[in-house]
């Protein structure tokens, strides 16, 4: 019996990697003499550098801007030329406590500080991925950083901050283009949000940053001078450009600027991870997450694994934390069975603290369901 194991990270509890090795040891309690494949996956969000390390890439440490100015611990990944750049990990939301003074400070510059680094190594591609920071500032800390002039009216620079954007009248991208060079830029993100308007990224991720109505207005206002001064500036209108909003706009930052483009992070990264040479010839398929709901079906992991098995007639089974689906919906988006933690344990906290033992008794269980159909 032939199972490729292909789960994406179990927030708070076990990363792609952890949650891979403990169904692989769950399949193996079920059919001692199974031959597993593990293919962690990422969807771009956090915990995609965890992958790319177990795909054979290389760590570099350094120390950046935080999304408060602090200096933070962060990283990055290269891998067959290309840099593999968080945006989290210089200005993830877990660096602050949300609340609306931070939601109007926190910036980007650390995020370029990471790229301006992978430049200088000679980096032939750049992947940034954007989800969980803390900033909504456009990305204009990150040009800031790889030499943008940002400047008002006056011709004074502007404060970091997405907050301190709406006095912008000015930006000059000579310098970056010229650091830039022929590097290459693609943007992996599993949202579309554009960056202004009812669904852009003030009104839909500043209150989750610490934005409140007022903040949320001032912010949508400065993200529009922003995206008003880089088209001056002679780039490409971000307005509602899809995904433009997403990691705050730091996206829509990196397409106008960067000449970057946004792609599915669930895509970019399984090309790396071997998924699809595995699955031909395979029995079964394993995947899973933190939360199966309906953001898995919008390019979540689990949905893009059942996808690909689907297309070899491959089986999928999912183990999750939590279902939040029913066995109809789990049905059309090609998984035959599932198991939640939750339901195997007597709190939320347990099933987190004890993730990686109930993640494989559960796959077990659910292996063993599965050959007796």
């Known amino acids: 019996m032939r199972v490729v194991i292909a789960p994406d990270k179990f927030k708070g509890s076990l990363t792609a990697v952890e949650a891979a090795e403990a169904i692989g ?33 290389k760590r570099v440490d350094l120390r950046v ?17 290309a840099a593999y750049i968080e945006s989290a990990r210089a200005c993830g939301i877990e660096y602050v406590t949300p609340s609306p003074a931070v939601a109007l400070a926190a910036h980007t510059y650390g995020v370029g500080e990471l790229i301006g680094h992978a430049l200088t190594g000679g980096a032939s591609r750049i992947v940034l991925t954007v989800g969980g920071t803390a900033s909504t500032d456009g990305g204009s800390g990150m040009l800031r950083a790889l030499g943008a002039q940002v400047l008002d009216s006056s011709g004074a620079h502007t404060a970091l901050g997405g907050g301190a954007l709406g006095g912008v009248a000015t930006v000059e991208l000579a310098a970056v283009r010229e650091r830039l060079g022929d590097t290459t830029v693609r943007v992996a993100t ?26 949320v207005e001032q912010l949508e206002a400065a993200l529009r001078a922003w995206a008003d001064a880089l088209h001056r500036a002679g780039t490409i209108a971000l307005g509602d450009v899809p995904s433009a909003g997403a990691g705050g706009g730091v996206s829509g ?65 999912a183990v999750a934390g939590r279902v939040a689906l029913s066995p109809e919906e789990l049905a059309g988006a090609g998984i035959a069975g599932s198991r939640a933690l939750i339901d195997h344990a007597p709190s939320l906290e347990h099933a987190q603290r004890e993730a990686a033992r109930l993640l494989r008794e559960q796959t077990a269980a659910l292996v063993r369901a599965h050959r007796e159909d």
């Open 253 to 317: 930052g990196a397409m106008a600027a960067l000449g970057a483009r946004a792609e599915s992070g669930f895509h970019l990264v399984v090309e790396l991870t071997g998924v699809a040479q595995a699955l031909p010839g395979a029995d079964l398929v394993i995947t899973g997450e933190g939360s199966l709901d309906q953001q898995s079906l919008a390019g979540k992991a689990p949905a893009g694994i059942a996808a690909m098995a689907g297309r070899h007639g491959i089986p999928v089974l």
């Open 65 to 81: 801007s935080g999304p408060l100015s602090e200096q933070v611990d962060a990283w990055y990944v290269l891998l067959d030329g």
């Open 190 to 215: 599993d949202v579309t949000n554009p960056l202004l308007g009812p669904n852009g990224a003030a009104a839909v991720f500043g209150p989750q940053k610490g934005a409140g109505p007022r903040e």
């Open 25 to 57: 040891a769950g399949v193996r309690d079920a059919v001692p003499d199974a031959e597993v494949t593990l293919c962690p996956v990422a969807d771009g969000g956090e915990g995609t550098l965890d992958v790319l390390l177990a795909a054979g890439g």
